[in-house]
């Protein structure tokens, strides 16, 4: 049986990048502090509890894809606003999809305070999927091609780019389905 994903219309295609409509769907998220290559490690023993029954009810749900990451959004502080914790490191929000049968009305309330359920609004995105290794580097490069394909198609884009895994961490690196997602404006 194939992991269940959030339903989206394929809306227009731009060589290597989709423009995707996604319906609403519902999220376990949690915020962690870190770098860009440990914020998943961290999050994922977290939202995993969260799915495998560490919820009121002890209700167990299926593992869905992708699990996304992308930087926490900025918090005002007195003087200025704050993206870093004060060790300097980062802060991400690494989401769980929860399975389409689920709405934030039905969804167990988590034991852990620290993961938070929120409905994720119909959104349209901009998509690169490339295969590989979870790098910096990796990344950093399709961000790029995925930035220029949108501003050669005068397309504009919002927020924070998103991190999308598909695959678990045990299936080969050169197997693995990723995706960066740009919110479109």
Request: aromatic share 10%.
């Given at each position: 049986?194939?992991?269940?994903?959030?339903?989206?219309?394929?809306?227009?295609?731009?060589?290597?990048?989709?423009?995707?409509?996604?319906?609403?769907?519902?999220?376990?998220?949690?915020?962690?502090?870190?770098?860009?290559?440990?914020?998943?490690?961290?999050?994922?023993?977290?939202?995993?509890?969260?799915?495998?029954?560490?919820?009121?009810?002890?209700?167990?749900?299926?593992?869905?894809?992708?699990?996304?990451?992308?930087?926490?959004?900025?918090?005002m502080a007195m003087t200025a606003p704050v993206t870093q914790t004060a060790s300097g490191e980062?802060?991400?929000?690494?989401?769980?999809?929860?399975?389409?049968?689920?709405?934030?009305?039905?969804?167990?309330?988590?034991?852990?305070?620290?993961?938070?359920?929120?409905?994720?609004?119909?959104?349209?995105?901009?998509?690169?999927?490339?295969?590989?290794?979870?790098?910096?580097?990796?990344?950093?490069?399709?961000?790029?091609?995925?930035?220029?394909?949108?501003?050669?198609?005068?397309?504009?884009?919002?927020?924070?780019?998103?991190?999308?895994?598909?695959?678990?961490?045990?299936?080969?690196?050169?197997?693995?389905r990723n995706e960066i997602w740009l919110t479109l404006?």
């Amino acid at each position: 049986m194939a992991t269940e994903e959030p339903a989206f219309e394929l809306v227009r295609q731009l060589g290597a990048v989709e423009i995707r409509q996604y319906a609403p769907y519902v999220v376990a998220e949690v915020e962690v502090t870190g770098t860009s290559e440990t914020a998943g490690n961290t999050a994922f023993p977290i939202l995993a509890g969260y799915i495998f029954g560490k919820n009121k009810g002890e209700r167990k749900m299926a593992m869905t894809a992708p699990v996304t990451q992308t930087a926490a959004p900025m918090k005002m502080a007195m003087t200025a606003p704050v993206t870093q914790t004060a060790s300097g490191e980062d802060r991400f929000v690494v989401q769980f999809v929860l399975p389409a049968s689920v709405s934030l009305a039905t969804a167990p309330e988590p034991l852990d305070a620290r993961v938070k359920l929120r409905e994720v609004p119909a959104t349209k995105v901009a998509v690169i999927r490339y295969r590989g290794t979870w790098s910096q580097a990796n990344y950093d490069e399709h961000l790029g091609q995925l930035q220029k394909a949108l501003t050669e198609a005068q397309m504009a884009w919002a927020g924070e780019p998103v991190f999308s895994r598909y695959d678990p961490p045990l299936m080969p690196w050169f197997l693995r389905r990723n995706e960066i997602w740009l919110t479109l404006s």
